[in-house]
């Protein structure tokens, strides 16, 4: 597959990242190299890896604990005191081996190491290659609060292997696939179509959707890339999602969801507010809603829920002067930024997805 470029970064695919980071390996004079894994990326993802690397470099692996939950500045902390105590300079490489807690938290411990160092991302779960790691957002949570601590600053490569996806259990498989069918709803209506018949999808046709994905979000992130006007369209579906998923992280009588369940919930909701405000097609609505339904199972969210996941809306990232903005759709592939929504019909949002 075509290698796509910008000028801050390039995405690889496949084995040709693979030549190029060994290239880039060559042609540049780094002191030592870093590559930072969870549990269970570095079990089943970093002998492939390893196995790819033609380096003489002095190599450091560094782990950390997998999931959402460890996602913090604590984590950040640990990863810093082991890079300075073996060693880590300002012309030291950090490579991210993982999926979307691992790109994130590991671009944002580069991007502040000794005031910056520079890093490449090899996603290993299909969230993160068509999302996470593609578009220089890094960061942590706050507690539960989701990705309030980062910053944009892209690494130097995207190495893009879907032979990582044969490692991946299938609620996190599905958990990717919701953002691809973002990408569809937000930008490009026959895009979103190719995912209406599922059955019929192979393991080629998910390799051309991966690219197709990542080529979407490269297009937005590249028109806008601190987020001021287009880059908020890619939140479709978050605002509500990530109040949602920090709701269930928070209370531990909730089985965690996975960042694609959650949004999966936050896009069908905003779908029909999007109904209500913009006059969104109600037959375009219900396939979206059956479309989901299909790929995740319902959850339940009561009645008693709503007012402390309403709360939550007030950190959201999008947010500006006490506003809470949501990103809706006019129509599949038209969104439309900065939406006022009411509690009222919030509420009524929340008895959609009930229904």
Known sequence: MTSITTDAYAVHFNQTGYNQLNNYLRDN????????????????????????????????IIEIDPGEAHKNIDTCVGVWNVLSELGADRKSLIINVGGGVVTDLGGFVACTFKRGLKYINVPTSLLAMVDAS???????DLGALKNQIGVIASGDMVIVDTSYLNTLPQNHLKSGLAEMLKHGLIFDASYWNKFLDLNNLTLDDLDTLIHQSVEIKNTIVTEDPNEHGIRKTLNF?????????????????????????????????????????????????????????????KVAIEPTDHDDIIDLLKYDKKNEHGNINFVLLEKIGTPKIDCLVENELLIKAFEFYRS
Do not use: W
Not at 30 to 58: A, G, R, W, Y
Not at 134 to 139: D, E, H, M, N
């Open 237 to 297: 579906g978050h605002t509500l999602g990530h109040a949602i998923e920090s709701y269930f992280l928070s209370n531990a009588d909730r089985e965690e969801l996975l960042h694609g369940e959650a949004i999966a919930i936050g896009m069908i909701m905003e779908a029909y507010i999007s109904s209500e405000l913009l006059r969104f097609p109600k037959d375009d609505l219900e396939t979206i809603k059956e479309t989901f339904f299909k790929i995740f199972k």
């Open 134 to 140: 593609v578009g220089g957002k890094t960061g942590v």
């Open 29 to 60: 004079h780094f002191s030592k190299l870093f590559i930072i894994v969870d549990t269970n990326t570095h079990q089943h993802c970093l002998p492939l890896f390893m196995s790819k690397l033609e380096t003489n470099l002095d190599c450091e």
